[in-house]
């Protein structure tokens, strides 16, 4: 095999099945590449960009939600949480979700039904999405 095989899987959908170059992901530790005869791996993987370079050279840039990695024998698994092609990012959603994750967590000591830790990782999704958006498109 002269490339890597990728597979992205949400909940949701098949997000990317192919063959790649590599792929950098944002690890708890850290971001880390995955090049061709990699050693074997699994990781999970906190909220932010995602880069792929295809076998054809071109790279997609996605932003996600956190997840895991599987890498074994030149073929790559990742279980998104969430997952979206910085070209696809709708900034008028990312700007509404990030208000109202701010408008919940503003509330959080006046409303006790506030899930604070729910609210955090919809911020963090939101932030992550419009800096993704603002960065990959100059």
């Known amino acids: 095999m002269s490339a890597l095989f990728l597979e992205i899987v949400t909940p949701a ?22 090049l061709l005869n990699h050693a074997p791996i699994v990781s999970s993987l906190e909220v932010g960009h995602i880069k792929v370079e295809l076998a054809d050279n071109s790279v997609h840039h996605y932003a996600t939600g956190g997840g895991t990695i599987e890498v074994n024998n030149n073929k790559i698994l990742l279980l998104a949480d969430s997952i979206e092609l910085v070209k696809d990012i709708d900034v008028e959603r990312a700007l509404s979700s990030k208000e109202r994750a701010e408008e919940r967590l503003a509330r959080r000591n006046s409303d006790k039904d506030i899930d604070v830790q729910r609210a955090e990782l919809a911020l963090a999704r939101a932030m992550n999405r419009l800096k993704l958006k603002e960065k990959i498109n100059k």
């Open 13 to 34: 959908k098949s997000a990317f099945k192919g063959e790649i170059n590599s792929i950098t992901v944002p690890g708890t530790k850290g971001s880390f590449q995955i």
